[in-house]
């Protein structure tokens, strides 16, 4: 692997993004492996919300029981789907900052290399957040629907709805759980704001310089991955998203952010490869690197840089 780009320079890591968990692994690969064989589920799931707008309309414009009621039964089994993925970010709120340590605590150098099943369930985690956040941001009748039920509930509890029957509260969906889930679907990109805001928790057990340095390492090994010929379509994806997710990580958590000229990750050279990828699914990354990282308006900037995202 070649470092003639200039910027920081990078080790001649390859990652194995098929790697199977060592025995040094597998507990922590153990935590996650579940989550996402969930997540293909979830991800077909919300590219099917189809939202329930047309009997919300109906419910508005002649309201009665009978209107009512059935907007009130479609926006419930709505918002069950809602608090499922709701809930698949809360376990991972809980359980990233420990991968983030795993792989960047104590030197990455050393780490990545020899947890290659670890660096593969973090790409995967990357591929999973970018994939919803694109598709609820595209979905209006996410946010329209959890209102709307709000909405009712509350008029539900005073007892000056016309829904005849309310059915079984899930005992899940409590008054703060929903609170919770109302902030988390009014931001525009709920899953990486979560993945951003729990890598500051990792601080706990693992400097910010380790943090900083780890996730540079992973942008910088996986733009480099890029260049070779021969990485596989499949592998391009999964590198595509590492590289994405690690620059937004990096750009919140690092003081000066990442698009600065002494930058600890080669992001000119990042963003041109996503930006001359030919690979349409690029465009979400290029958008994520537009409007969830920190400082790319700040005036340390390089014009490059800001062109290349213009």
């Not at 900052?97 to 960047?104: E, H, K």
């Not at 679907?185 to 400097?207: G, R």
């Not at 930006?275 to 994520?288: E, R, V, Y």
Request: glycine share 6%; proline share 5%; net charge neutral.
């Amino acid at each position: 692997m070649g470092n003639k780009s200039s910027g920081p320079k990078v080790p001649s890591i390859q990652l194995k993004l098929d790697a199977e968990p060592s025995d040094g692994e597998k507990d922590l690969a153990g935590t996650f492996t579940p989550m996402l064989e969930k997540s293909a589920e979830l991800l077909a799931s919300l590219q099917a919300y189809s939202g329930c707008d047309k009997a919300i309309r109906a419910a508005l414009n002649d309201p009665n029981a009978e209107t009512e009621t059935a907007a009130w039964k479609a926006v419930t089994a709505a918002v069950g789907n809602l608090l499922t993925y709701f809930q698949w970010a809360q376990s991972m709120e809980k359980e990233f900052p420990r991968l983030l340590v795993a792989l960047c605590g104590g030197g990455a150098d050393q780490k990545v290399p020899n947890n290659q099943a670890l660096v593969s369930i973090l790409a995967k985690i990357f591929e999973f957040a970018f994939r919803f956040d694109e598709l609820k941001m595209t979905n209006p009748a996410i946010q329209n629907d959890f209102s709307y039920y709000r909405r009712v509930l509350s008029r539900v509890k005073s007892g000056s709805s016309r829904v005849k029957d309310v059915g079984d509260s899930n005992p899940d969906l409590t008054e703060e759980v929903a609170n919770r889930m109302s902030f988390f679907y009014a931001y525009p990109t709920p899953m990486m704001k979560i993945l951003i805001d729990t890598s500051f928790k990792a601080e706990d057990q693992a400097s910010k310089d380790e943090l900083v340095n780890g996730l540079s390492l992973l942008a910088n090994v996986s733009v480099v991955q890029l260049t070779d010929p021969a990485t596989t379509a499949g592998a391009r994806n999964l590198l595509y998203c590492t590289m994405s997710g690690a620059i937004i990580l990096v750009d919140h958590l690092a003081a000066m952010g990442v698009f600065h000229k002494k930058s600890t990750v080669r992001i000119k050279q990042c963003v041109s490869t996503l930006k001359n990828s030919g690979d349409p699914a690029t465009d979400a990354l290029l958008n994520s690197l537009r409007f969830t990282t920190r400082h790319l308006s700040d005036d340390t900037t390089m014009p490059d840089v800001k062109k290349l995202l213009a």
